[in-house]
């Protein structure tokens, strides 16, 4: 929903809500207060017009009851031959009548005949009394028969109708109504005293007012007073209406025995106060005065309902235009700014409109401040892009990256120099076709096996690794992986050097070493033979002309065959190095003992002559070739033995676990060397001593160290001069730790 | 023992064959050194009939012309020279050389040694060994 809609929908519904509670509220107060008011005062007018019915009626039994205590029986006893029986009576009657208007007739009827005895009545034009002279019988007239019964003083009262005359309704229609009273002559009921009573006035007296309107029904609910003429008493033609036919909500007023009031909804869906009292006219009909009046409080409802209606219509405009106005005004700048966003970052001069007022412009400024930023970052990284993919392709190693469907992803130029494919042919086919043919079935599997536990490490540990290049040709390789870990998988990087050029490195030096081993050996062989010639000789002269040979050429031949002695041990030794590598078997388990044994019984006699004290520690098993270890432990216990002080010799061979490697020490008391010297003593034909003082040719420790390197181990020497010395070496462990 | 000892020495070094010839004759058994300086004429030797048989063959194995090893081999493919016992005497005591040596049917290899009493000493032990505890054929 848009931005203006919103605004638009909420200001409208803000305003409708507003006028909707106001409306509600104004109708709670009129319901509460006003409306109950109305009611009551509209229930205590009908109760003053039926009390005033009431009034009259009871006047009207005054009137006969009056006529009653006249000495009426008298005449009524009088014989017929009396000419004028009522004479008594007669002034009264016509007095009455005079006074009273609204009585028509006034008449005596003798019982049990039901024969009239004695009437006066009105003129109908002039209003004049006078005497009846045509008496009629009123036997059969309901009122007679309702007469019969009463007891002395009691008034009947008719129901109030439209008067007749020879059965048929007189007109202008007139209602009436008959007050009866017995009259009786000691205990007898002799005859009866009637007088009808123009209840018009009365009727017109009720409906006489100047606020709404005033029905009078009688128990049936026919209308007995109405506004229009045609409906009252309309039941005396005809079929008649009742008020329940007319207006069926007012019934439950109506029908009750008590006075009541409530608002109704009118006849003309307008809203009225309708009161209803039941008036029992004494000895009579009961009637029912209903009152209706518009409900004015009612009325101010509606109208105000209907202002709120139309202001809140006028103001919800209003707000829908505001709404409009200010959606549009502030959208205008929004949609800019967001077509301008969604072409970030670029060089283009987007419209940002910067110089909107207020807090719209502060967001284009700080927008457009993001786009350089986002641009400058951009060159920034692009920069940095260009330089990393500068480093991967320039690289001499040549790179691959591969998906874990074995897909390559990326490479380098070396990549395609090395295998001899292009670009576009690695990429995106499978890194299987750079593995040689014959191992192309395996390596999915060794692919997979690397997935299962990805880290960093060399491809193949041990193995030679060739790859295969277009022309198929093999290259050995040695392959370095790296997982990445990516969104939705691992690529990895295979990092793949070419080895061709170490490999023939490797060949070579291998080869030269076993030329050099070879001329060493052939050499000091080849040596030995002339030398061995110079040394007998040389005896032999010394032997066999021995008397005829001066002191001089004695010393001569002693130095010739002391020279030849050296040379011979100097070969000897050089073969001795030369066939450390030549001569030495594969290592095995061996037990070090057993070799300290061998040495041990070798140096029985330099032992028992300096007297030595030789010691161990306990020695694990080690990986070594047994007579090459034997010469170690040989060589470093001789040159303890060798190289003692004054004290007979202390030697003490140590053996600790260092991880996989089992370092030995062999320590002795003698007389040390200066720390300086330490690291040349196994260079070969290094000696710190001069010619003389101590015997040897100095290719002891080169020997010894060329060993434990064969071995894959390490030697070194900690010493001081006069503080003893301890050769330490390391050789493969042969057991668990 | 009656006759004297016939050696064949085969050595081309000039100096260690008179050692050995002079150690030998000089020795306490009455013995006759034969010295040829090749493998060639060893054989050659061998094959004439109008020299003695010797009873053992000191042999050196750098040689000119047919080597030490060759030498043996031709010996042992004989059949009527197989069973004379030779007596292998290099001045080389490599390890592949004397196991060669042994494989090859040599009955003895002693290195030359350095010294003159030290190969004198050799010799006589060769000498005595072969001539006074071993039995020839």
Redesign the interface.
């Known amino acids: 929903m848009s931005f203006t809609s919103r605004l638009l929908l909420s200001s409208v519904g803000l305003v409708a809500l507003t006028a909707l509670v106001l409306a509600g509220v104004a109708d709670w107060v009129v319901r509460d207060s006003l409306t109950p008011a109305e009611v009551e005062r509209q229930l205590a007018l009908a109760r003053a017009r039926a009390q005033d019915l009431e009034d009259r009626v009871l006047g009207l039994r005054g009137d006969v009851t009056m006529l009653a205590h006249l000495p009426v029986a008298a005449g009524l006893a009088a014989p017929d031959s009396d000419a004028e029986p009522f004479e008594m009576v007669r002034p009264a009657f016509q007095a009455m009548m005079q006074a009273k208007p609204s009585v028509l007739q006034a008449r005596v009827i003798a019982l049990p005949s039901g024969e009239e005895r004695l009437r006066f009545e009105r003129d109908a034009a002039g209003g004049e009394v006078r005497q009846a002279t045509a008496l009629q019988s009123k036997a059969a007239r309901p009122y007679v028969q309702a007469g019969m019964d009463l007891a002395a003083g009691e008034v009947h009262l008719s129901p109030l109708n439209l008067n007749r005359e020879h059965g048929a309704v007189q007109q202008p229609p007139r209602p009436v109504l008959r007050a009866v009273t017995p009259v009786f002559a000691g205990a007898t009921r002799v005859g009866l005293v009637v007088i009808n009573v123009d209840m018009g006035p009365a009727l017109a007296a009720l409906s006489a007012t100047p606020l709404g309107t005033t029905y009078l029904v009688d128990e049936q609910g026919r209308f007995l007073v109405h506004p229009d003429p045609a409906v009252a008493f309309a039941h005396e033609y005809g079929p008649g209406v009742t008020i329940g036919q007319r207006w069926p909500a007012v019934t439950r007023l109506t029908a009750a025995d008590a006075p009541g009031a409530a608002v109704l909804g009118g006849p003309n869906d307008s809203d009225v106060v309708v009161a209803a009292v039941p008036v029992q006219l004494a000895g009579g009909p009961r009637v029912t005065v209903v009152t209706v009046q518009p409900a004015s409080s009612i009325a101010g409802v509606n109208r105000s309902r209907a202002l709120s209606a139309w202001g809140a219509a006028g103001v919800g405009l209003l707000a829908a235009l505001m709404a409009l106005f200010w959606g549009q005004r502030l959208a205008r700048p929004l949609r800019a700014m967001t077509a301008a966003a969604d072409r970030f970052p670029t060089d283009d001069d987007v419209p940002l409109p910067v110089d909107e007022p207020g807090e719209m412009g502060v967001l284009a400024q700080a927008l457009a401040r993001m786009n350089d930023k986002i641009q400058s970052q951009n060159r920034a990284l692009s920069e940095q892009e260009r330089r990393f993919r500068a480093v991967v392709e320039e690289s001499p190693i040549a790179k691959f990256l591969v998906d874990d469907k074995h897909h390559i992803l990326l490479v380098n130029r070396r990549a395609e120099e090395l295998f001899g494919y292009s670009r576009k042919e690695l990429l995106g086919s499978s890194i299987h076709r750079l593995v040689p043919e014959g191992q192309r079935d395996v390596h999915p599997g060794f692919i997979d096996g690397y997935h299962q536990d990805p880290g960093p490490r060399p491809m193949g540990p041990g193995r030679e690794l060739f790859g295969q290049r277009k022309d198929g040709a093999l290259v050995p390789v040695e392959i370095g992986l790296n997982p990445l870990p990516e969104q939705g998988g691992t690529v990895t990087l295979a990092t793949v050097v070419d080895v061709s050029e170490r490999k023939g490195r490797e060949d070579e030096l291998r080869r030269s070493n076993r030329e050099l081993e070879q001329f060493a050996y052939v050499a000091s062989h080849d040596l030995q033979e002339p030398l061995r010639m110079v040394a007998n000789y040389t005896e032999l002269l010394a032997e066999r002309y021995q008397d005829k040979l001066d002191d001089k050429a004695q010393t001569f031949i002693h130095f010739a065959s002391d020279g030849a002695r050296r040379m011979q041990r100097l070969i000897s030794d050089l073969l001795t190095y030369s066939r450390v590598g030549t001569e030495g078997k594969a290592p095995e388990r061996f037990d070090p003992a057993t070799a300290l044994r061998w040495v041990q019984q070798d140096l029985r006699a330099p032992i028992a002559a300096t007297g030595a004290d030789i010691s161990h520690d306990a020695l694990p098993l080690v990986y070594a070739d047994g007579t090459q270890l034997g010469q170690v432990l040989q060589n470093l216990v001789g040159n303890a033995l060798k190289f003692c002080g004054d004290d007979a010799p202390r030697i003490h061979i140590g053996a600790a676990r260092e991880g996989r490697w089992v370092r030995f020490s062999v320590q002795d008391n003698g007389i040390g060397m200066n720390p300086e010297h330490t690291g040349r003593i196994f260079d070969m034909f290094q000696r710190l001593h001069p010619v003389g003082t101590y015997d040897g040719s100095g290719i002891g420790l080169s020997v010894t160290k060329r060993i434990i390197e064969r071995h894959g181990g390490r030697i070194w020497v900690e010493s001081e001069i006069g503080g003893g010395t301890t050769f330490f070496f390391t050789l493969p462990a042969a057991e668990d730790a | 023992m009656s006759r004297s000892v016939n050696f064949l020495l085969v050595e081309d070094?000039a100096?260690?064959a008179f050692?050995v010839k002079d150690a030998l004759e000089n020795g306490a058994i009455p013995s006759t050194v034969a010295v040829v300086h090749d493998g060639a004429a060893a054989l050659t030797r061998l094959g004439d009939k109008a020299q003695a048989s010797p009873d053992l063959i000191i042999l050196d194995l750098n040689l000119p012309k047919l080597d030490g090893r060759q030498v043996l081999d031709a010996l042992k493919a004989h059949p009527d020279w197989c069973h004379i016992p030779v007596v292998m005497f290099s001045?080389?005591d490599?390890?592949?050389d004397i196991v060669e040596c042994y494989r090859r049917g040599a009955s003895c290899y002693v290195p030359?040694p350095?010294?003159?009493?030290r190969?004198r000493a050799v010799i006589r032990s060769v000498e005595r060994f072969w001539l006074e505890v071993a039995r020839l054929p």
Not at chain 2, 114 to 117: P, Q, V
């Open positions: 070094n100096g260690d050692l001045s080389s490599a390890h592949n030359k350095m010294g003159l009493d190969f």
